[in-house]
């Protein structure tokens, strides 16, 4: 019998107020697990966070989560993470068309990111999004790792037509 295909992930948008200490630990047992730094509480304190977590189910624990700053019209992508048992299933591609979505959405001009330079597998999944590399800031990171700042341009946000 064939395997079946996993469930898409389900988005939830975490960034309307504090979350209970059962989630927030959960967060960060999930951005330890997808090798980032995560604050959750301080950064749900903030009022120009966007944060979305995935689930697969909500029996499961945490399947990824996104991580941006709204200021102004731009967006800063902070942090984009899936833990190792739920990578490529698509996670990271729905967050990202989410993040995108939402910054459309609000009329922000672009999205801007840093990232390891030898990140492949975030520089892939952010170029197949239309990220291009701005500039190359060497031994930016405390271990010496270059990054790699890129943008997305976003749209202007279209008016509606006029009612006659
Ligand atoms: C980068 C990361 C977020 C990708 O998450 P993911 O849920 O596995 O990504 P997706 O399944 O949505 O993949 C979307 C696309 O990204 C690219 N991609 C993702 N992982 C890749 C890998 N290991 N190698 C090459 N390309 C990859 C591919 O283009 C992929 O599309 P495809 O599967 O059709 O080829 C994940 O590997 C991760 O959490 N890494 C550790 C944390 C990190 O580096 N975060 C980014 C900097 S904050």
Do not use: H
Request: charged fraction near 25%; hydrophobic fraction near 45%.
């Amino acid at each position: 019998m064939p395997t079946p295909l996993p469930a898409p992930a389900l988005l939830r948008r975490l960034d309307n107020g504090p979350v209970s200490a059962d989630l927030s630990a959960g967060l960060r047992a999930l951005a330890k697990d997808c090798g980032l730094k995560l604050d959750p509480d301080a950064e749900l304190a903030k009022s120009w966070c966007l944060f979305w977590v995935a689930e697969l189910a909500p029996s499961l624990p945490l399947a990824g989560f996104c991580l941006a700053w709204a200021v102004a019209d731009e967006i800063e992508l902070i942090s984009i993470g899936t833990p190792p048992q739920a990578r490529r299933q698509g996670i990271a591609r729905r967050l990202m068309e989410t993040l995108i979505a939402e910054g459309k959405r609000s009329g922000a001009r672009a999205i801007f990111l840093e990232v390891r330079s030898r990140n492949t597998a975030a520089l892939k999944l952010y170029r197949a999004f239309g990220f291009t590399a701005l500039e190359e800031r060497r031994a930016y990171y405390p271990d010496g790792e270059d990054a790699t700042l890129m943008s997305l341009n976003l749209p202007p946000a279209t008016a509606s037509p006029l009612q006659p």
